[in-house]
């Protein structure tokens, strides 16, 4: 759904790999960053709504969570 006064929603997930970076700017309506969880993004789809998870490897626990 459009938000006028927010623009769009973007998820950008990279949770895995061998070593860990800074962030070099912070985008203007940023919600939420974070360089030290591994793990991975689970996404569900429902007609006209989505609720997302970031859950932590290896322990299966939810590091953030949400839904719009």
């Known amino acids: ?5 927010r623009g769009i929603r973007q998820i950008t997930v990279g949770m895995g790999g ?6 070099v ?3 203007p309506n ?3 960053r974070d360089n030290s969880t591994i ?3 689970e996404l569900t789809l429902r007609q006209g709504a989505y609720d997302w998870k ?4 290896p322990t299966g626990t939810a590091a953030d969570s949400g839904s719009g």
């Open 1 to 5: 759904m459009a938000d006028p006064a």
């Open 18 to 23: 061998k070593s860990r970076h800074g962030f």
């Open 25 to 27: 700017s912070v985008s």
């Open 30 to 32: 940023s919600e939420r």
């Open 39 to 41: 793990g991975i993004a």
């Open 54 to 57: 970031l859950v932590r490897a």
